[in-house]
């Protein structure tokens, strides 16, 4: 919905930069990998950010708790209104291991994020690699940080221009509109 995940502008330079995770916290989304890239990344760059909004299995429970105490990661729980997270984040995470269309990768690239996944269906198709984001290799951490590391050496016109992209091939590609119009013109023909 290109209303509702209206587009953004990228926060000041000032800010540091924040990456933001959004999902169950589960092997399946790829939550050790994750894990793994932000605590290299937080000691080269010890200003990131890694906000994770979602709810943890019993399984992450320890280690989500001493990430957050390490001051590694920030866990928000979850959330209804997913807007403001998107809006204040650099890029918008995605490691998972299988997805079906994944409406927090649409949803952030609408409004203005980068977006860092993994190279698998219902992922994939919401990058544009090096255009509008970045792609990984799946179940793989370092993969994950070298995306990452490739993301925070950008210039921050060359974020905001990643960001710009993902909400044009939203408008071009996925705009909710478009896609019933689609549909309904396709069942009816």
């Given at each position: 919905?290109?209303?509702?995940?209206?587009?953004?502008?990228?926060?000041?330079?000032?800010?540091?930069?924040?990456?933001?995770?959004?999902?169950?916290?589960?092997?399946?989304?790829?939550?050790?990998?994750?894990?793994?890239?932000?605590?290299?990344?937080?000691?080269?760059?010890p200003d990131v950010i890694f906000e994770l909004v979602g709810y943890y299995e019993d399984d992450y429970k320890?280690?989500?708790?001493?990430?957050?105490?390490?001051?590694?990661?920030?866990?928000?729980?979850?959330?209804?209104?997913?807007?403001?997270?998107?809006?204040?984040?650099?890029?918008?995470?995605?490691?998972?291991?299988?997805?079906g269309m994944s409406n927090v990768l649409l949803e952030a690239a609408s409004t203005g994020r980068a977006l860092?996944?993994?190279?698998?269906?219902?992922?994939?198709?919401?990058?544009?690699?090096?255009?509008?984001?970045?792609?990984?290799?799946?179940?793989?951490?370092?993969?994950?940080?070298?995306?990452?590391?490739?993301?925070?050496?950008?210039?921050?016109?060359?974020?905001?221009?990643?960001?710009?992209?993902?909400?044009?091939?939203?408008?071009?590609?996925?705009?909710?509109?478009?896609?019933?119009?689609?549909?309904?013109?396709?069942?009816?023909?």
């Amino acid at each position: 919905n290109l209303e509702r995940h209206c587009a953004e502008e990228y926060p000041a330079q000032t800010e540091p930069v924040r990456f933001l995770y959004v999902g169950r916290l589960m092997k399946e989304k790829g939550i050790e990998e994750l894990l793994y890239a932000a605590k290299a990344m937080k000691q080269e760059y010890p200003d990131v950010i890694f906000e994770l909004v979602g709810y943890y299995e019993d399984d992450y429970k320890s280690i989500i708790e001493q990430y957050e105490k390490e001051g590694i990661v920030t866990l928000t729980g979850y959330q209804k209104i997913m807007h403001p997270y998107y809006q204040k984040a650099w890029a918008v995470l995605m490691p998972s291991y299988h997805e079906g269309m994944s409406n927090v990768l649409l949803e952030a690239a609408s409004t203005g994020r980068a977006l860092i996944t993994t190279y698998i269906p219902g992922c994939k198709e919401a990058v544009d690699e090096g255009i509008n984001g970045y792609l990984c290799k799946v179940k793989s951490a370092k993969s994950l940080y070298r995306k990452m590391h490739k993301f925070i050496e950008l210039t921050k016109k060359e974020r905001e221009e990643m960001g710009k992209n993902g909400r044009r091939k939203m408008q071009a590609q996925f705009d909710k509109d478009k896609v019933v119009e689609k549909t309904v013109e396709t069942i009816l023909s």
